[in-house]
């Protein structure tokens, strides 16, 4: 996995907004996928009085208890507010980027992996072999934004869309041999996030 462009991305991204104008900028985090172990971090800015152009960017180098769940993604996201940028409703339309390692979660997961057929992806072939590959997608998405005082804000958002993914499948979680590969076309949530924004 290439962490290394992402950051790049990431940081080139920020140095492009450094001589923006004060509140037109916002650095965030989502607390969901900090939460499940996934470090995030987000760079927000206003092209418009209506719309900004948000980038972020997660990463998971870890194992859970000798399982695979390692990836990192990047998605771009343009949106367009309904009444002024960083404050209220938004609609946006974003692109997924990324690469995975993941799987091979034996009991783990319990009875929940067993019947987890979720729009036409059966999540349940992920206990008993590890999948490694990429994907590539775009959604649309809704948000709030809350303002809660002249740097801070707290954004909901859900989004949904289509995800084309490629993966070789492994027998374990530590196995060099491939036992297949194969690709999938995933429909369903692409973007779920509870994000802390600091604005300047």
């Given at each position: 996995?290439?962490?290394?462009?992402?950051?790049t991305l990431i940081g080139l991204?920020?140095?492009?907004?450094?001589?923006?104008?004060?509140?037109?900028?916002?650095?965030?985090?989502?607390?969901i996928s900090d939460a499940v172990?996934?470090?995030?971090?987000?760079?927000?800015?206003?092209?418009?009085?209506?719309?900004?152009?948000?980038?972020?960017?997660?990463?998971?180098?870890?194992?859970?208890?000798?399982?695979?769940?390692?990836?990192?993604?990047?998605?771009?996201?343009?949106?367009?507010?309904?009444?002024?940028?960083?404050?209220?409703?938004?609609?946006?339309?974003?692109?997924?980027?990324?690469?995975?390692?993941?799987?091979?979660?034996?009991?783990?997961?319990?009875?929940?992996?067993?019947?987890?057929n979720f729009l036409g992806s059966?999540?349940?072939?992920?206990?008993?072999?590890?999948?490694?590959?990429?994907?590539?997608?775009?959604?649309?998405?809704?948000?709030?934004?809350?303002?809660?005082?002249?740097?801070?804000?707290?954004?909901?958002?859900?989004?949904?869309?289509?995800?084309?993914?490629?993966?070789?499948?492994?027998?374990?979680?530590?196995?060099?041999?491939?036992?297949?590969?194969?690709?999938?076309?995933?429909?369903?949530?692409?973007?779920?996030?509870?994000?802390?924004?600091?604005?300047?």
């Amino acid at each position: 996995m290439n962490i290394r462009k992402t950051l790049t991305l990431i940081g080139l991204t920020l140095l492009m907004t450094i001589g923006a104008k004060a509140q037109n900028v916002g650095i965030k985090t989502n607390l969901i996928s900090d939460a499940v172990t996934s470090p995030n971090l987000g760079v927000e800015f206003r092209m418009t009085p209506k719309w900004t152009f948000d980038l972020s960017g997660q990463v998971n180098m870890w194992n859970i208890h000798q399982r695979r769940w390692r990836h990192w993604m990047v998605q771009p996201e343009a949106r367009i507010w309904i009444c002024e940028a960083f404050q209220g409703s938004f609609f946006g339309f974003h692109a997924i980027g990324g690469q995975y390692n993941i799987g091979h979660f034996g009991n783990f997961g319990g009875k929940f992996l067993d019947h987890l057929n979720f729009l036409g992806s059966d999540f349940s072939k992920l206990k008993d072999h590890r999948y490694q590959g990429w994907g590539v997608g775009a959604g649309v998405a809704y948000g709030y934004a809350w303002m809660l005082g002249k740097h801070w804000n707290l954004e909901l958002e859900l989004g949904v869309g289509w995800i084309y993914t490629w993966y070789d499948r492994y027998p374990c979680g530590e196995c060099g041999t491939k036992d297949g590969n194969g690709h999938h076309n995933y429909f369903g949530p692409t973007k779920f996030s509870f994000a802390v924004e600091y604005l300047f």
